[in-house]
């Protein structure tokens, strides 16, 4: 095992009605004013709002409405979030939605403390010192972001999808509440399922250094997910399944599984980004199309943890067989594993290339992931 | 699964050579003068205390020492430690040493903060609302204390071993270097294992609600303790061994297993705490005599699960062979299972079962634990 440092300091509350209580959470904290992030208006029509609403005014909490973030969330917005908290000096952000949500806000959060662009944080240009304290109220488990330190958002601009990281930007508190998830539709439903069994085997397969412990972990998270995921598409308001669902998909990402391994890359992560970047197809979608194309290429560089994860997994004996049934998995509950299920044309090839190539830059591995390579594997998911 | 609420702040500084920071730890904490308690001089001699005086020394941190902290901790030694806080007016507690050492120093931490007798903290007379700052170098991996907020220690006046919680008892830092428990003898590898065991069990078996999920984290801390413990007996200096059975220690007793979970109870470590509060046998070895004991008692009250143990754990199909395995395999690596391996004789039984009846009452369980059904255990445990 490696080194390694752990310290998750998030609150999280878990389970039934805990949105009711946002705003002694925030009072709590001191907090008296906060920039109220979320998506879409469902959350006035679903009732989500009013709920969180009278929290707030119960605990004599000011806030100011900033809706509209979309799914792959983009730059521009953050820059107006940041505008909008400078302009009305909150004195923290209250997400309420699903990954991209708060990982906007968290860029937000970060944004406002910092005088230059904020997509330098992005680039690396400056480290991250300070940011206003961020608050969750989670609506889709996918992403892990309520339990971790991470936000990942994509410049419009630049189709760079990039991530910023820092120990500022751990939640305070993250309501979980699995009931909540109850509407989320079935295909956001497959795509998020996909989302964390990425986040488990991007460390899984590509760390040199892998315990056996880790992997049995992560094998416990990609069981549970297979598992509860199959019973909710039956049944999306069984709550024992949302809960376990909910609760396996933090786990995935906030830093437990990855202690203690070393070497490690998120290669389906940034191959994906590419994908969302310039078609902004639905982040788990992109990656269960990757997964199965990435592993096609990598499982001769890892045979032992295949044929385990084959074993373990799926009850299989040989690493492609264990490939072939995660990939009929996905087919099996209705997420793409192909790039055509999303209308993108084989010619498309070069352009994904570059924009793969670009990120390869960025997260350190051009040496590994070289055109030849890159174009194998999108070769794979064509 | 159930609503529950995960905080756990502790910094966890893992690997090669982490004690060596220990004095940056309690100076980013604005430490000056802490009081440095351990067990046996063994620390002196084996070049431990050498490393921590100097990385305290280099930190400006002054250090009152507190040794002779047996395991097993006894209340009089809680009282004389702090005293010698409150007269030196350290401003924190650093324990190097295992479960015993650090138990005992929570309570002193809590003691100082509290005008009464420490005592009452155990009894529940009042709560611990304050506590001195704990840090800790671990050096035997066993009791989990280094990531929670709990405490035991024994009444030797009494014969009580009771328990404290609060989370002013998380400590602040904890230092865990695998490398430093090279040293630990087999029979406390052996004995440590059956701890590790008896915390992942206890909820494992008798949760009212215990999620899939949360089973399969148990089985992965317990596939890893059988594991690392065959590789550690014949090979103690294996690095990477003793890394992960630290690690599954750690991961044993830190909230992780239990969240979710309702309507478990610890009747193992009650049990036990009768023993080494009566006889001052080892912790773990108490508890590898209890839990085969306590199991074969159990098992029809919650079969299905009995079953899946049997097969996650040992590849057996029913119960009773999933029980039979367990004890053999404590037989194998050399921890008692028997009552009569302590040199207790049969006619000790009544004293035992008051006892146990007292700690069941202290525990809220005197209703299923009555007086039939403890001596039911305490036979199958002669």
């Given at each position: 095992m490696e080194s390694f440092t752990f310290h998750n300091p998030t609150v999280l509350d878990f389970g039934k009605d805990k949105e009711k209580q946002i705003g002694q959470h925030l009072a709590s904290h001191g907090v008296k004013k906060v920039l109220l992030t979320f998506g879409s208006?469902?959350?006035?029509?679903?009732?989500?709002?009013?709920?969180?609403?009278?929290?707030?005014?119960?605990?004599?909490?000011?806030?100011?409405?900033?809706?509209?973030?979309?799914?792959?969330?983009?730059?521009?917005?953050?820059?107006?979030?940041?505008?909008?908290?400078?302009?009305?000096?909150?004195?923290?952000?209250?997400?309420?939605?699903?990954?991209?949500?708060?990982?906007?806000?968290?860029?937000?959060?970060?944004?406002?403390?910092?005088?230059?662009?904020?997509?330098?944080?992005?680039?690396?240009?400056?480290?991250?010192?300070?940011?206003?304290?961020?608050?969750?109220?989670?609506?889709?488990?996918?992403?892990?972001?309520?339990?971790?330190?991470?936000?990942?958002?994509?410049?419009?601009?630049?189709?760079?999808?990039?991530?910023?990281?820092?120990?500022?930007?751990?939640?305070?508190?993250?309501?979980?509440?699995?009931?909540?998830?109850?509407?989320?539709?079935?295909?956001?439903?497959?795509?998020?399922?996909?989302?964390?069994?990425?986040?488990?085997?991007?460390?899984?397969?590509?760390?040199?250094?892998?315990?056996?412990?880790?992997?049995?972990?992560?094998?416990?998270?990609?069981?549970?997910?297979?598992?509860?995921?199959?019973?909710?598409?039956?049944?999306?308001?069984?709550?024992?399944?949302?809960?376990?669902f909910a609760w396996a998909s933090t786990q995935a990402l906030n830093g437990l599984i990855y202690s203690g391994t070393a070497g490690f890359s998120y290669p389906n992560h940034m191959i994906e980004h590419s994908l969302s970047a310039l078609y902004n197809v639905p982040h788990g979608a992109g990656l269960s199309v990757v997964m199965p194309a990435w592993m096609k290429w990598y499982h001769t560089k890892n045979p032992q943890q295949f044929e385990r994860f084959a074993r373990e997994i799926f009850g299989k004996s040989t690493a492609i067989e264990g490939i072939e049934a995660l990939e009929n998995w996905f087919n099996k509950v209705g997420t793409p594993t192909r790039l055509s299920q999303f209308n993108i044309a084989s010619s498309e090839l070069p352009v994904i290339l570059e924009n793969v190539l670009g990120n390869a830059s960025y997260f350190g591995v051009a040496d590994i992931y070289t055109r030849e390579v890159s174009t194998e594997i999108l070769e794979n998911a064509f």
């Open positions: 208006d469902r959350i006035k029509r679903d009732g989500l709002f009013d709920v969180v609403s009278r929290s707030l005014q119960t605990n004599q909490i000011e806030w100011v409405e900033f809706g509209g973030i979309v799914s792959n969330p983009v730059l521009s917005k953050v820059y107006e979030g940041i505008e909008v908290a400078r302009a009305n000096n909150v004195d923290a952000i209250l997400s309420v939605g699903g990954g991209s949500v708060l990982d906007s806000s968290k860029a937000i959060a970060a944004g406002v403390k910092y005088d230059g662009d904020v997509w330098d944080l992005f680039l690396g240009k400056s480290p991250i010192t300070a940011a206003l304290p961020v608050f969750d109220i989670l609506t889709l488990a996918a992403t892990g972001s309520e339990m971790n330190c991470g936000a990942v958002v994509t410049n419009e601009a630049t189709k760079e999808k990039f991530a910023i990281n820092a120990p500022a930007l751990f939640p305070k508190v993250s309501v979980v509440n699995p009931a909540l998830m109850q509407t989320v539709t079935k295909d956001y439903l497959v795509y998020s399922a996909a989302d964390i069994i990425a986040h488990s085997i991007e460390g899984y397969f590509t760390a040199a250094v892998q315990p056996h412990f880790q992997s049995r972990l992560v094998e416990s998270i990609i069981k549970t997910v297979i598992e509860t995921t199959e019973i909710l598409i039956e049944d999306p308001l069984n709550y024992a399944a949302r809960a376990e």
